[in-house]
């Protein structure tokens, strides 16, 4: 994964299931001004309970479109949760300084 960015997110407890009962979003500053250029978050694959995957979606910000690259690294009753994202998307390469800030 030399080409992808990921952000590991660990909670005080544990999870029954990484979508529920609440998600995370990881709102991204690539330009160093302060404001999120980009959002991540994870969102079911299919709408609400269609299917029990969790996806990372990445939307750059002022745009309604998202869309998902990878599949959220995550395991049932646990309080950790890994989104990973192409680096390309969200225009960044290696050695690139971002500011980033997680909510949950």
Request: glycine share 18%.
């Given at each position: 994964m030399g080409n992808a960015l990921q952000f590991a997110?660990?909670?005080?407890?544990?999870?029954?299931?990484?979508?529920?009962p609440g998600g995370f979003e990881?709102?991204?500053?690539?330009?160093?001004?302060?404001?999120a250029d980009w959002y991540v978050f994870q969102q079911e694959s299919g709408g609400f309970g269609?299917?029990?995957q969790s996806l990372v979606y990445v939307q750059k910000?002022?745009?309604?479109?998202?869309n998902a690259y990878y599949y959220n690294d995550a395991d049932l009753?646990?309080?950790?949760v890994?989104?990973?994202l192409p680096m390309?998307?969200?225009?960044?390469?290696t050695g690139s300084t971002i500011g980033f800030e997680v909510l949950a």
């Open positions: 997110i660990s909670t005080y407890g544990r999870r029954a299931h990484p979508l529920y990881v709102d991204i500053d690539t330009d160093g001004d302060g404001v269609a299917s029990g910000a002022g745009t309604s479109t998202a009753n646990s309080g950790n890994i989104f990973t390309s998307v969200i225009g960044v390469g």
